[in-house]
């Protein structure tokens, strides 16, 4: 038995080493197929690849976005250098927009300016590279399972809600057999009423009457959808636990809606046309609910 999973959550892991920390957070949204987006530090060209396989290992449906944030370790004032040519640059352009009116630039303005201030985040040693992504990877899997688990979760939750559902179709369902056994009744006395205001002394009217009934209640006959909707509401409680259920569940309300449909159209009663029309509103709701379903 495989529980379901939603498709909302949350996963974060942290890492160091190499003398580089890091960061990594995996969150996902409801999407009718996975689609994965990267964010990582630059320099690190096979930590997508490595983060978009892990992420296809684990989920199946969903929006899901990852982020890596990677800095190194450094001691002292080698973490951070700056740029004096950017620098002489920057200088020689606010002093000329000085001579204009402008007003002369703040050192910490002017150290806040792109490319002033360098902080070292390469790594040049292809080996040393090739650890500190493994490392990193190994992050990644982590806060992607941190995800799942969360998104397990959520399927946790939404588990008793759509057993609730069936359950509530399957008593509509039930219902609307013991009405549909009466419409065959109803239809021939309805039918027998108007002929006899029609023509009441016409030959052969109850000959007439009994042969027109039969052919309305034909008709009328909804047997054939209410055991489809019966197949159906088995098959949803074994989709229920036979996860990733989302698309099959996806498929499986339209074919509910289809036959309620039907079952309305073919309606000879008030009550039945009642039931169903109460039936098709709770499969609109549980269609809402299996949205949420990887």
């Not at 684990?58 to 990677?70: D, F, K, N």
């Not at 650890?131 to 806060?143: F, H, K, Q, Y």
């Not at 056994?181 to 309805?190: E, H, K, P």
């Not at 027998?192 to 009328?220: C, H, N, Q, V, Y």
């Amino acid at each position: 038995m495989t529980r379901l999973s939603g498709m909302t959550g949350f996963g974060r892991a942290d890492g160091a080493g190499e003398g580089w920390t890091w960061s990594v957070e995996a969150r996902s949204v409801n999407g009718r197929n996975l689609e994965v987006r990267f964010r990582g530090p630059n320099g690190f060209d096979g930590l997508e690849r490595a983060a978009k396989a892990a992420a296809q290992a684990r989920l199946a449906r969903g929006q899901v976005t990852i982020g890596v944030q990677a800095k190194r370790i450094e001691a002292g004032e080698a973490a951070v250098t700056i740029n004096a040519a950017v620098l002489a640059r920057y200088l020689t352009l606010a002093n000329e927009l000085a001579e204009d009116g402008a007003t002369p630039p703040s050192a910490d303005g002017l150290l806040a300016l792109r490319g002033v201030i360098e902080a070292p985040e390469e790594v040049d040693d292809p080996e040393a590279r090739a650890i500190l992504e493994a490392a990193m990877a190994g992050t990644v899997e982590a806060a992607l399972d941190a995800l799942k688990t969360s998104r397990e979760g959520e399927g946790a939750q939404l588990t008793p809600v759509l057993e609730e559902f069936i359950r509530r179709i399957e008593t509509l369902v039930a219902q609307a057999e013991s009405e549909a056994t009466a419409q065959v009744a109803a239809i021939r006395d309805r039918f027998s009423r108007r002929m006899s205001e029609l023509a009441p002394d016409a030959p052969g009217l109850e000959d007439r009457i009994f042969l027109e009934a039969a052919a309305l209640a034909t008709k009328a006959d909804v047997r054939e959808e209410l055991d489809r909707l019966t197949a159906h509401i088995d098959a949803a409680r074994q989709l229920l636990v036979s996860a990733p259920a989302g698309r099959k569940l996806d498929f499986l309300m339209q074919e509910f809606m289809r036959e309620a449909n039907t079952l309305c159209s073919k309606s000879a009663t008030t009550a039945l046309t009642g039931i169903g029309l109460e039936l098709k509103a709770v499969i609109e709701q549980l269609r809402e609910q299996v949205q949420n379903v990887e």
